[in-house]
């Protein structure tokens, strides 16, 4: 991680640290799954260079932090986790651009998937039911994708419902469902779901 995405990180704990009362809170473990967008470049016989976007596979897990009270609708959010974005495709999805030349093609990708690790803050919103027992939310969700193995760190963001639901006055199950748009040097996009359970206390 370098000193330059320091502020990244210390913005997201600040902004939990705003949400709501370090007087309770949660601990959990999470797992995710997903996709997000990849660009594929590839040359024809002349060198000329094309591209396309693909959506492709991610997964991972971590650790899912709560901040306030188990009764509150509004709690602070953070997680800690590394993922694993899949490589684009050799298979192009739209297949070759109309103005490819000749009949080999020389694709340039990542071998494998690369592990990143993210951390997020942000707000979870319980709209409607017992945010102690069976809640709809919402989540909305900054951060960062501080640690990359080739430098191509990256902002960050979630959006999106979740259900979550008190098995007793401690532990809750959790599922969402999210938008996460990604920052580089430009907008790209993705989409994924997580799932966890954690300890709450007051």
Same mark, same amino acid.
């Given at each position: 991680?370098?000193?330059?995405?320091?502020?990244?990180?210390?913005?997201?704990?600040?902004?939990?640290?705003?949400?709501?009362?370090?007087?309770?809170?949660?601990?959990?473990?999470?797992?995710?799954?997903?996709?997000?967008?990849?660009?594929?470049?590839?040359?024809?016989?002349?060198?000329?260079?094309?591209?396309?976007?693909?959506?492709?596979?991610?997964?991972?897990?971590?650790?899912?932090?709560?901040?306030?009270?188990?009764?509150?609708?509004?709690?602070?959010?953070?997680?800690?986790?590394?993922?694993?974005?899949?490589?684009?495709?050799?298979?192009?999805?739209?297949?070759?651009?109309?103005?490819?030349?000749?009949?080999?093609?020389?694709? +340039?990708?990542? $071998?494998?998937?690369?592990?990143?690790?993210? @951390?997020?803050? /942000?707000?979870?919103? #319980?709209?409607?039911? !017992?945010?102690?027992?069976?809640?709809?939310?919402?989540?909305?969700?900054?951060?960062?994708? +501080?640690?990359? $193995?080739?430098?191509?760190?990256?902002?960050? @963001?979630?959006? /999106?419902?979740?259900? #979550?639901?008190?098995? !007793?006055?401690?532990?809750?199950?959790?599922?969402?469902?999210?938008?996460?748009?990604?920052?580089?040097?430009?907008?790209?996009?993705?989409?994924?779901?997580?799932?966890?359970?954690?300890?709450?206390?007051?």
């Amino acid at each position: 991680m370098h000193l330059h995405h320091l502020p990244l990180i210390a913005g997201a704990l600040a902004l939990t640290s705003l949400a709501a009362p370090a007087l309770a809170g949660g601990f959990g473990l999470m797992g995710a799954a997903g996709v997000h967008q990849e660009r594929a470049d590839y040359y024809d016989e002349d060198e000329n260079h094309f591209y396309e976007d693909q959506m492709r596979p991610n997964y991972g897990g971590g650790v899912y932090i709560m901040l306030g009270d188990r009764d509150d609708r509004v709690q602070g959010t953070m997680k800690i986790y590394m993922q694993a974005d899949e490589p684009a495709s050799t298979d192009l999805v739209n297949g070759r651009d109309p103005d490819f030349v000749g009949d080999t093609i020389t694709i +340039a990708l990542r $071998p494998e998937a690369r592990n990143i690790g993210i @951390a997020t803050a /942000g707000i979870q919103w #319980s709209l409607v039911g !017992d945010p102690a027992g069976l809640s709809l939310n919402l989540l909305t969700n900054v951060g960062a994708a +501080a640690i990359t $193995p080739d430098l191509s760190e990256f902002a960050y @963001a979630e959006i /999106g419902p979740g259900v #979550s639901f008190g098995l !007793d006055s401690s532990i809750q199950v959790f599922g969402e469902a999210l938008y996460q748009p990604r920052w580089r040097k430009g907008l790209t996009h993705g989409a994924g779901g997580t799932v966890g359970v954690r300890y709450l206390f007051d």
